[in-house]
């Protein structure tokens, strides 16, 4: 599946997650980052750069999502009405 990962220090890729441990290591293929803007290095461009295959050491990861977004679903955790009454 095609993941996002965001990196400590700002940092940004999106590749194919093709396996990953315990200790959030990960391994992309097809790999492309998005270059940081010279003004503002906290944001990103539309600019990117080709990778291909990167393994990232899991202490440098923040947040990995997935690239075609997500869905909503029921919170089991929240209780209805009924325990109110």
């Known amino acids: ?3 996002h990962v965001q990196f400590l220090g700002g940092r940004e890729v999106v590749g194919t997650l093709r396996g990953y441990d315990q200790l ?4 992309l293929d097809d790999t492309v980052e998005f270059l940081r ?3 503002t290095p906290d944001q990103s461009t539309d600019k990117t750069r080709k990778l291909g295959l990167v393994v990232a050491r899991g202490t440098s990861v923040m947040l990995v ?5 997500m869905e909503e679903i029921d919170n089991p955790y929240e209780q209805g009405n009924e325990a109110e009454a």
């Open 37 to 39: 803007s010279s003004d």
């Open 24 to 27: 959030v290591n990960i391994v």
């Open 1 to 3: 599946k095609r993941v």
């Open 65 to 69: 999502y997935p690239a075609e977004g």
